[in-house]
């Protein structure tokens, strides 16, 4: 379909005529006319107008209309629409089984990220990595990703590795906790989530590293393959030693016997 078939099936959607859509957006009626049927030209023929950007952007906004229905990239009119159908899985494609009939964890090491993101729904590829069971982890399908970067340093460091839960639903994603995020632009990501799919169709990406080198980003619903919840991290980087409570003792101490020296002396 051309964009002007579109915006005609825009129109017809809301059953407004195209004066009536021409008030919405904001523009005159012959704006609209000539956009959906054409100029008549001397030959008897009649061209289409391109809508300009601020016409598609007023469409957009007064109709909460999709902007990849527009520019042919989906069929999904609405941006509503394209946040309820999303092309998300709500079970992970494969999963990896133990003779007991228990699901293994599944190791996806920084290695193995590249071919992840073409393999995540191969079976084949999927077997090829390294598996475990850890019994208290049950209750849904379990992934362990090796962290890369400094992104999320304060809460994990590069080496550690986390233990997501596959979310069956983008929408069951809660603001403020920490994900890990398979897509098609970004590959593996781990951010804390702030999610506005149902307003927006997307989801707020942010960083624990406040360097200024991890800028907070937005993601759209279409491009997410993946995504698991963090419930549980193992980490490489030993505390130090904390003698807090054993210079606490000693001060309390001290404190016990000033107080008999100085009550002594009374």
Not at 42 to 61: C, E, F, H, M, Q
Not at 235 to 249: A, F, G, W
């Amino acid at each position: 379909m051309e964009i002007s078939e579109k915006i005609a099936a825009i129109r017809d959607h809301f059953n407004l005529n195209n004066f009536s859509f021409s008030k919405k957006i904001g523009v005159t009626g012959t704006t609209v006319d000539s956009i959906i049927n054409g100029r008549p030209q001397a030959d008897g023929s009649r061209k289409k107008t391109k809508p300009g950007y601020d016409v598609l952007s007023s469409i957009i906004d007064v109709f909460d209309i999709n902007p990849e229905y527009l520019f042919g990239k989906s069929d999904k009119m609405l941006q509503s629409e394209s946040a309820q159908n999303q092309t998300y899985s709500g079970i992970p494609q494969v999963v990896s089984v133990n003779p007991s009939g228990n699901e293994n964890v599944i190791y996806v090491p920084i290695q193995a990220r590249a071919g992840y993101l073409n393999g995540y729904g191969d079976s084949n590829y999927i077997e090829q990595l390294p598996s475990f069971n850890m019994p208290h982890l049950n209750n849904g399908t379990f992934r362990c990703f090796e962290v890369q970067g400094n992104s999320m340093v304060r809460t994990f460091f590069d080496g550690d590795l986390v233990f997501g839960k596959y979310v069956e639903n983008l929408y069951d994603i809660k603001d403020g906790r920490i994900y890990v995020i398979v897509s098609k632009n970004d590959g593996i990501v781990l951010k804390r989530v702030i999610n506005r799919i149902k307003e927006r169709g997307k989801l707020i990406l942010k960083s624990d590293n406040k360097d200024g080198n991890y800028p907070t980003y937005t993601i759209n619903v279409d491009e997410i393959m993946e995504v698991w919840y963090v419930t549980m991290f193992a980490s490489k980087q030993m505390p130090e030693p904390i003698d807090v409570y054993d210079r606490l003792h000693d001060l309390e101490s001290k404190v016990v016997e000033l107080e008999e020296q100085i009550s002594r002396k009374n």
